[in-house]
């Protein structure tokens, strides 16, 4: 495993922030699924987002905030953490 090293605050340029409200999508389109007809990966909202995060904190010295904005559901709660764990 890499460890990753926090940065110090002077060190930080800018925060780009990613914002969205996880009730307002239902689990395929936030999390991602497999295509019925091709049988293939279609990412999700928070799939995406992490992705273009990561792409982004390579590029830049800003730091990389996903916030899901929205009321706490336990089903979504519990499938983020399982995507996570991943």
Partial sequence: RKKIEAKQPEEISAVDRYIFNPKALDQDSLYGHV?????????????????????????????????ADGPVDPLWVEDLNTVLDD
């Fill in 35 to 67: 295509g019925a007809k091709t049988n293939q990966w279609v990412p999700g909202l928070v799939t995406t987002l992490i992705l273009e995060s990561g792409g982004r904190a390579r590029m830049s010295n800003a730091q990389q905030w996903i916030v």
